[in-house]
């Protein structure tokens, strides 16, 4: 976003089969560059979202946002309840 409640400034898409966290960070790199600023923020699918890929974001200082991925969801529910009922 150009501002708080801004439109976008720039976008790009990835195709889901094709693209690789390095993609990402190089996409990310050249928009660094080409805004002079460092301050953005990756909206993601939950498809990104993978122990080794947010490392990889996280490493490279790509911020970015994204679902929890259906999976990871039930996973922690079925955890919490678990817990609750042991104690």
């Known amino acids: 976003m150009s501002a ?3 439109i ?3 976008s790009r898409f ?3 089969a094709a693209a690789e966290v390095r ?3 190089g996409a990310m790199n050249d928009r660094r560059t080409m805004a002079g600023t460092n ?3 990756m ?3 939950s498809k990104l979202v993978s ?3 947010i490392t990889a974001l996280l490493q490279a200082g790509v911020e970015c946002i994204a679902p929890v991925p ?3 969801s039930r996973r922690a529910a079925r955890t919490r309840r678990l817990r609750a009922h042991l104690g």
Do not use: L
Request: no cysteine.
């Open 43 to 45: 909206v993601a699918d």
């Open 51 to 53: 122990y080794s890929n």
């Open 14 to 16: 990835f195709d889901g």
């Open 4 to 6: 708080d409640g801004g």
């Open 8 to 10: 976008p400034v720039h």
């Open 70 to 72: 259906a999976a990871q």
């Open 23 to 25: 993609q990402v960070v």
């Open 39 to 41: 301050t953005f923020v």
